[in-house]
């Protein structure tokens, strides 16, 4: 089994599909997603990013959660999530920065869980 697996797409949030912003990836049995640059509206005029919390800086949003289930079709992408911890910052650079640590904190958790 590989380490790390990358999606390229969102891992959680119904509007997914507005978020411009996404990076998910699945490390042992966990899927740490991350989504930002919300646009509920799309590029309508006079209407920027909307925040994904409840705090206006609250621009990007990383959770972790623990796999659940995988999806039926034969795919093999995680469907069934516990949500586990969840981050919200308020620049890209945050978000990618504690997307990538939190990739490292769970692959040495796993690690460490196998060597067990």
């Not at 697996?5 to 966990?30: A, R, S």
């Not at 890209?92 to 490292?104: D, G, V, Y």
């Amino acid at each position: 089994m590989k380490e790390l697996i990358w999606y390229g797409n969102g891992g959680h949030f119904c509007g997914l599909h507005d978020c411009q912003f996404h990076l998910c990836t699945e490390v042992g049995g966990y899927l740490i997603s991350t989504i930002g640059e919300y646009y509920p509206d799309g590029y309508k005029k006079g209407r920027g990013m909307q925040p994904l919390g409840l705090g206006a800086e609250d621009l990007y949003e990383t959770m972790v959660f623990k796999i659940s289930s995988r999806c039926g079709c034969g795919c093999n992408l995680p469907s069934g999530y516990e949500n586990i911890e969840t981050f919200r910052y308020a620049t890209p650079k945050e978000a990618n920065e504690k997307h990538r640590e939190l990739c490292e904190i769970y692959r040495r958790m796993r690690k460490k869980n196998v060597q067990s």
